[in-house]
């Protein structure tokens, strides 16, 4: 009969942990709006929100392609994105370590050429 209630706890515990890990807000993708600038040694992005840089990871494969495809005569020059993404903590070490956070880009949604005054100042 005491066996019962530690039957309970080993079933319920798990379940506890798994459920509140993985309502954490930092796994689920976000829409960002913002200036996307790509380089060698530099991928940034500045949010429209709130003024927030960020180094960019692209793990869809796509923001820098398309950049790319835009044929800019010189690297470095500005676009305007919306992506899908989460942000993440910069690692200590390496080309974006000078950046608080690092935005994992997993689905490009727009890149253009115009950036919207009203909307990025």
């Known amino acids: 009969m005491q066996l019962r ?3 309970y706890l080993l079933f319920i515990a798990p379940m506890a942990f798994f ?3 993985g309502n954490s807000g930092n796994d689920k993708p976000l829409i960002y709006k913002g200036v ?9 992005f500045k949010d429209c929100d ?6 960019v990871t692209d793990s869809s494969r796509q923001l820098e392609l398309k950049y790319s495809q835009l044929n800019f005569e010189k690297p470095y020059l500005p676009v305007y994105v919306e992506v899908e993404g989460v942000k993440v903590k910069s690692g200590k070490d390496g080309l974006g370590s000078e950046y608080d956070s690092t935005l994992v880009v ?5 890149i253009t050429k115009v950036i919207p005054q009203d909307k990025c100042n």
């Open 106 to 110: 997993k689905k490009l949604v727009k």
């Open 19 to 21: 459920a509140c890990k």
């Open 5 to 7: 209630p530690v039957k």
């Open 36 to 44: 996307y600038s790509f380089g060698p040694e530099v991928k940034s």
């Open 50 to 55: 709130n003024g927030t840089e960020f180094w």
